[in-house]
Nanobody
């Protein structure tokens, strides 16, 4: 059973914006360290951004989204968000959220994947 539920995807024109939301599929005290991933057709799933549980450290962003995407969380609502601005056609993908753990090798996803939310950037 997926641990998280993603929402907020849709069709948007290049240069547009979307905000994705991620919530736990069951009641939890607080969402853990979290990450947003995406998978484009024919490509492997890739990490887009991460944020730690207390938002103490600097978020991680993939080079391809730096300056355009912002990850943030509302611990009161137990939700994590991905604000996506200046969207490009290459951002088209299914977006997923998941718990992440951090090691010397970098962040890694933990647990099962949800259905994701489709983001399509097209004119």
């Amino acid at each position: 059973q997926a641990q998280f539920v993603e929402s907020g995807g849709g069709l948007v024109q290049p240069g547009g914006s979307l905000r994705l939301s991620c919530a736990a599929s069951k009641i939890v005290f607080r969402l853990p360290d979290m990450g947003w991933y995406r998978q484009a057709p024919g490509k492997q799933r890739e990490l887009v951004a991460t944020i730690d549980v207390g938002s103490h450290g600097d978020p991680y962003y993939a080079d391809s989204v730096k300056g355009r995407f912002t990850i943030f969380r509302d611990n009161g609502k137990n939700e994590v968000y991905l604000q996506m601005n200046s969207l490009k056609s290459e951002d088209t993908a299914v977006y997923y959220c998941n718990e992440v753990t951090f090691s010397a090798a970098g962040p890694s996803a933990v647990g099962s994947w949800g259905q994701g939310t489709q983001v399509t950037v097209s004119s």
